[in-house]
C-alpha cells in the first residue's frame, strides 16, 4: 500500500526561486513561470522578480504566499502525512488496543493454511 504523503507547503524565504500557481495576465505573466524573492514585504507577501536569460528584469512585483511554489534544487524529504482523522489522543488509543491484541513475544501464533482443491 503507498503511503500518503503530507503536502506541506514550505516557507518562502529571501532569494527563494518559486514559481507561480496562478496566472496574472494583467501583468504578462503564466503560471509556471519562474522568479526570484528579493523582498519581505509583510507577513506571507513577497517582491518576487521576473528575470530573463541575460538577466534583464522584465516584472517585479509584490505576491501573497498562495501565488508562489517554493521550487528545489536538492532532494527533499517529504514527511509522511496523518492519518485522515486520527487525533493525537486516537492514535494513542490505537496503540493500547494494538498492544493488547498483539502476541506476547515467543506466543504461538495461529497459522491458517491455505485449502487448496488437488
Do not use: C, W
Request: no cysteine; charged share 30%; hydrophobic share 40%.
Amino acid at each position: 500500500m503507498a503511503t500518503k504523503l503530507a503536502s506541506v507547503k514550505p516557507e518562502v524565504k529571501l532569494l527563494d526561486v518559486i514559481a507561480l500557481t496562478k496566472d496574472l495576465p494583467e501583468r504578462g505573466l503564466l503560471r509556471g513561470q519562474v522568479g526570484t524573492v528579493v523582498e519581505l514585504l509583510a507577513p506571507n507577501v513577497f517582491e518576487v522578480e521576473f528575470s530573463d536569460d541575460e538577466g534583464r528584469t522584465y516584472a517585479s512585483l509584490a505576491l501573497r504566499a498562495s501565488q508562489l511554489l517554493v521550487l528545489h534544487h536538492q532532494f527533499v524529504k517529504p514527511r509522511a502525512a496523518e492519518p485522515h482523522g486520527k487525533s493525537p489522543a486516537r492514535r494513542r488509543h490505537s496503540k493500547k488496543r494494538e498492544a493488547i491484541y498483539k502476541p506476547a513475544v515467543g506466543a504461538a501464533v495461529p497459522v491458517r493454511e491455505s485449502k487448496r482443491t488437488p
